[in-house]
């Protein structure tokens, strides 16, 4: 059995948190399944800023692991990290997330490293950058993507296409090479549930916020750069304005430091609504009482925007709802998506359509029996397949026996080019070179050698 | 209608005694299916030095399409130039690591589709070729990536491959979020015959109007943090320095608008 030192985050789904994030779920299907099979854990769990506190070595209801919150800064502070592990030797490190992944790369040393890659870096960047407006997120996300490509032993991925874009990732920097042919770098580890079934405890909000008969459109979870509010408010409108009976729920918000755009921007649009007393706003709730609001609910919404993030991605929340058998409807996107569809487990809608939303919500309340049969059949489905047990067989194999890649090389590395600069030395050049174009007088020099000084690279200048 | 340069590989399926060779069916595939568009198309054909059948094909069409070869050893833009004559370019397509990366660096300014048939990096490896050509055609591959407008690949799995290495170079970014960059062209079953229905369509459709996409500045322009750029980069902007502070006229400029700033209390 092995001493593993993991590097993920919170809060863990046991802990009755109000904000509950996908990074700490999926910290937690890696997680479990390690300790059932004997390993020892200690858990490095960043947490969001505007989390609750959570008590150094937090209880848990698995035996073997410890838990120490830390911050984004603990890392940086000389001797840190010997002073977490204390007696810990870990034989192996796992991270998973972006932030974890990018402190494990940097922390590692000489352990075996397993970065779980839980969604496209870049294409997230560019979902972001899109949001804001703002390349710069590109080269950040990139900044903390790119010391994980070049270390990591093993990797995986939350689908099979993001695998395969790993797998183009990691080329780029040569860690696709001669030495690792044949071998299997990136895994496949689905999403996945705990597998047990939510029951009601008390009513969230039927009978009190809406009305017994009412059809209940439920959103869960963070409004994040993917998410169409735009389709989803037309297309909710469609509805209303067909059927008085249609009111919509949602659980969730703005996701601090990553997306505080998109939640606020669909509110501007409800308080315009002529219909806005039927959307039921409840923003973050504490983690227990969510799955009373899938279970008063009728039909839980997924709107995409067509993104590479999706197509790379999984809409993980679908999963949740499939513990209550909350049928779905969803635009179809992510792996995750494509297969139900073709199950025929969800109802699905096309990407950017208002109209066929609102008339899926049309049709689907005014068949709910159906819809609940639907509902049971996505639940049975999911419990079938993406269980934590199901989903991660590789990571588990790897953690009886880690090991070291035996020949890491890098793109970087296969080139003849050498410096002797610094990389504080070369950077201060970089910033005179840009600098330099800046001026008015590298402008007034290229008007008058009709842009003949510039790069022959197309992109290569501003 | 537009006039496409397609930059491709020989042997054409037409050409005596032949094999089927997937670079030239493929740069032939593409040919016929944007003639049948009604684009004006001229193919030119790069031809290894090993089929001794050397350059050529002034005059020659095939099913109504001219085509040139060139021998690959001799590939270059201003070679492709006097090959091309008179044909003026609308759009470009390149078909492969050898054809795109000539028609990337032919004319930066025209919009490229460039088809891979097969990752070359991926396929380095199963040739097991050494490190240092691993880097050579990274470095060929690269300037595709970077240059290439939309691209298309022949499996979903190179799809999402591609996608990600377009990625590394800054090419996903919020000037082109929700646009679709890669698309899957598979084969056709006989290897031969032109492509049609839905898979094919997105190409005919860039070719009845061929335009740049949407982007940033290269990954390599977003930051000025040299652990950021790979040595290639780094290397070209510090050649970029030098040659600038060497040039008399911007250092002449310089000192024009720093005496221009001090009369006068601008700024730079």
Known sequence: MSAILFMGAGPLPFENTRRFSAPGGRTWQLIRPLLKDGHRVLLLALYPRDSEPVPAGA?????????????????????????????????????????????????????????????????????????????????????????????????????????????????????????????????????????????????????????????????????????????????????????PAVKFVSTGGEIRDHDEVTYPRFLDRIRGSPHRERYVMEGWVPRERVKDYFLDADVGINVDRFLYEGVLGCRTRLLDWAAAGLPVLTTVLCELTVTLDREGLVTAFPIGDPAALGKSILSLAGNRGSLR???????????????????????????????????????????????DESPEELKAKLDEL????????????LALTGGAARSGRRGMIR | MARILI???????????????????????????????????????????????GEGGAGLSHDGIPCRFIEAERASPDHLRGV???FAPDALIGIG?????????????????????????????????????????WLMFRTIIRGADLLSVSSSAQRYILIGELATQGRLCAKNAGRELVFCIPPPADGLSVQSGTDAAPVRQWASSPCRTERSVAMAELTVLPWLLDREDIAAKLDELRALKGSRLLRALLAVVRVKNTLTGGGA
């Open chain 1, 373 to 419: 049969a639907m509902g049971q059949r996505f639940r049975e489905y999911v419990f079938s397949r993406f269980t934590y047990e199901a989903t991660t067989g590789p990571i588990r194999q790897w953690a009886a026996a880690p090991f070291v890649v035996d020949h890491r090389t890098s793109m970087d590395s296969l080139s003849p080019l050498r410096f």
């Open chain 1, 59 to 243: 209880a848990s209801p698995e035996k073997g692991l410890t838990c120490r919150p830390i911050t984004r800064d603990t890392l940086r502070a000389p001797g840190a990290l010997p002073s977490l592990l204390g007696e810990f030797r870990p034989d192996a490190l796992v991270a998973t997330g972006a932030e974890s992944c990018c402190i494990a790369a940097g922390a590692s040393g000489e352990l075996p490293f397993w970065a779980d890659v839980f969604g496209d870096l870049l294409a997230e960047a560019q979902a972001k950058a899109a949001r804001c407006e703002d390349d710069h997120w590109v080269a950040s996300f990139w900044s903390r993507f790119r010391p994980v490509l070049l270390r990591g032993d093993r990797f995986s991925a939350v689908s099979t296409p993001q695998k395969y874009a790993l797998l183009g990732e990691l080329a780029t920097q040569g860690r696709v090479n001669a030495a690792n042919a044949g071998t299997e770098l990136v895994h496949v580890v689905h999403s996945a549930v705990p597998g047990i079934p939510y029951r009601r405890e008390s009513r969230a909000v039927r009978g009190s916020k809406v009305g017994e008969g009412d059809f209940v459109v439920l959103w869960s979870g963070g409004y994040n750069t993917w998410a169409d509010t735009e389709t989803l408010f037309l297309g909710l409108e469609y509805a209303m304005e067909r059927n």
């Open chain 2, 97 to 137: 690591l050898a054809g795109a990366s000539l028609a990337a660096a032919f004319r930066p300014d025209l919009p490229l589709w460039a088809d891979m048939d097969g990752d070359p990096l991926f396929e380095t490896i199963l040739r097991k070729e050494s490190d240092g050509r691993l880097h050579d055609r």
């Open chain 2, 7 to 53: 930059i491709g590989e020989s042997p054409l399926p037409f050409e005596e005694s032949a094999p089927l060779h997937a670079p030239g069916a493929r740069t032939w595939q593409f040919a016929k299916h944007l003639s049948g568009g009604g684009n004006e198309i001229l193919v030119v054909a790069l031809r290894g030095r090993a089929a001794g059948r």
């Open chain 1, 434 to 445: 840009r600098a330099l174009k800046a001026s008015r007088a590298y402008r007034l020099f």
């Open chain 2, 84 to 86: 091309c004559g008179l």
